[in-house]
């Protein structure tokens, strides 16, 4: 069938169409979860350098940092804080200490709607697909065993089937690894303090520069 070019413009303008060029502000491609931000993350810096500020309404992210404990969860205790506060449940599998719940209180998340899976590590990544896949949770956090190429793929897909927020978080030496998680995070330690650098963003080139995070232990 012939296209004729007024329809591939049309085509071309639609926001379900990314072009690598473009560096701008724009929708990814089905699937991604970028039709809408659910919230912001707390990080004006973070919010700017996303294709939809805030983060996506479903799919993988990623969240890789050397060592627990460095501000990872401080990062996304906003968006949790918001979810819990809509009355959807949060889900915790195989985290690797148990939380402290008068930190995650304070930090307004709804101790009535956070649950923790324990799980082996071998079983953590089924656990958290099943979980993403169902689509009654409002975010799955999971820290299973390294997963290789394929489970991370199925955890992509039950994020997209199930439209649920998942953060998979990861040692940060896995950030060398090609991934389809749409967004990834890198948490890093420098001298001049803890930086949080975008590795991979569907929708937009990552930005080379790194942003400030202020480091909490909250577990």
């Known amino acids: 069938m012939k296209t004729s070019p007024a329809a591939l413009e049309t085509l071309l303008r639609g926001a379900q169409i990314w072009r690598g060029r473009d560096t701008g502000r724009g929708v990814g491609p089905v699937g991604a979860g970028s039709a809408q931000a659910r919230c912001s993350t707390g990080l004006q810096a973070l919010d700017a350098m996303l294709p939809v500020p805030g983060w996506p309404e479903s799919g993988l992210v990623e969240v890789l940092a050397p060592a627990a404990g460095l501000g990872e969860l401080s990062l996304i205790l906003p968006a949790l804080a918001a979810i819990t506060a809509a009355d959807h449940p949060v889900l915790l599998v ?76 990861r040692e940060a030496s896995q950030a060398c690894h090609a991934s389809p998680a749409p967004l990834r995070l890198a948490v890093e330690t420098t001298p001049a303090g803890t930086l949080l650098r975008v590795l991979k963003c569907r929708g937009r080139n990552p930005p080379a520069r790194a942003i400030r995070l202020r480091a909490s232990v909250l577990h």
Request: proline share 7%; hydrophobic share 45%.
């Open 94 to 169: 195989a985290p690797p200490h148990r939380p402290c719940a008068q930190a995650w209180q304070r930090a307004g998340v709804r101790l009535t709607q956070l649950h923790v899976l324990e799980a082996r590590a071998h079983e953590a990544c089924w656990a958290m697909e099943q979980a993403l896949r169902a689509g009654c949770c409002g975010a799955v956090l999971g820290w299973p065993a390294t997963p290789d190429d394929k489970t991370l793929r199925r955890l992509q897909v039950a994020a997209e089937h199930g439209r649920t927020l998942g953060f998979l978080f």
